[in-house]
């Protein structure tokens, strides 16, 4: 592997855990700044918080590696099921952000990428994977992956993508955010299908929480 490349490698290993961080003290700090003792003197400067982190939560959410689930967990342990139905709407509309703009890239970006690293299948595979279909893609995906789970995962992938962003510290593979934005990139993915997706995979949460809250 030529030097070049390998430093490369290191600075993109460098500014993943640079987004991990950043993306831990942005849920930290939302949780802070709603951090409001509710009183009757207060009701109408809580509101307003309640409304800013709200907007707030919709961008920091759509963002790679920002745990927004957690932050939409910590609002509601919070305020209660009252907020619930506030935190699943800017959740989907969070992820619905992220899937668009993942979709509205370039395929020339995604390809100087992987050149930039030095992988050379990966952006080779991107060039052929962009004159085809979805039924297409994932033939040629299904017939030249070399694990068996892979092509299981493919062939299910919207239950797949619902279980991602139900596990448990996502954030390492980019968050909600980022998984949506993924989803978006690969072209494996209907606008309806993510949707429908996304509204089941976020419901259980904030449905709980405003059951029972």
């Known amino acids: 592997m030529p030097i070049n490349t390998r430093y490369r490698r290191y600075l993109i290993f460098l500014l993943y855990i640079l987004l991990l961080v950043a993306g831990s003290l942005a849920g930290n700090w939302l949780s802070q700044f709603v951090d409001i003792e509710v009183r009757p003197r207060n ?7 309640i409304m800013t982190a709200a907007a707030i939560f919709v961008v920091a959410s759509a963002l790679p590696f920002v745990p927004g ?65 979805t039924d297409e893609r994932l033939a040629l995906l299904t017939a030249n992956t070399p694990r068996r789970a892979l092509p299981v995962l493919l062939r299910h992938r919207y239950l797949a993508l619902m279980l991602l962003f139900n596990l448990p510290g996502n954030s390492v593979l980019g968050g909600g955010g980022g998984i949506a934005f993924t989803a978006g990139l690969s072209g494996l993915f209907s606008y309806s299908g993510f949707i429908a997706a996304v509204i089941i995979a976020i419901a259980p949460v904030p449905l709980y929480f405003f059951l029972v809250a």
Not at 43 to 49: F, K, M, S, Y
Not at 98 to 121: D, E, H, N, Q
């Open 69 to 133: 689930a957690e932050i939409g967990f910590g609002l509601m342990m919070m305020f209660g099921g009252k907020i619930a139905i506030l935190v699943y709407v800017c959740m989907l509309i969070a992820l619905m952000i992220a899937f668009l703009i993942g979709r509205c890239v370039p395929t020339r970006f995604i390809v100087r990428f992987f050149s930039y690293l030095g992988f050379k299948r990966s952006y080779e595979l991107v060039i052929k994977l962009d004159s085809f279909n």
């Open 43 to 49: 009701e109408p400067t809580l509101h307003v918080a």
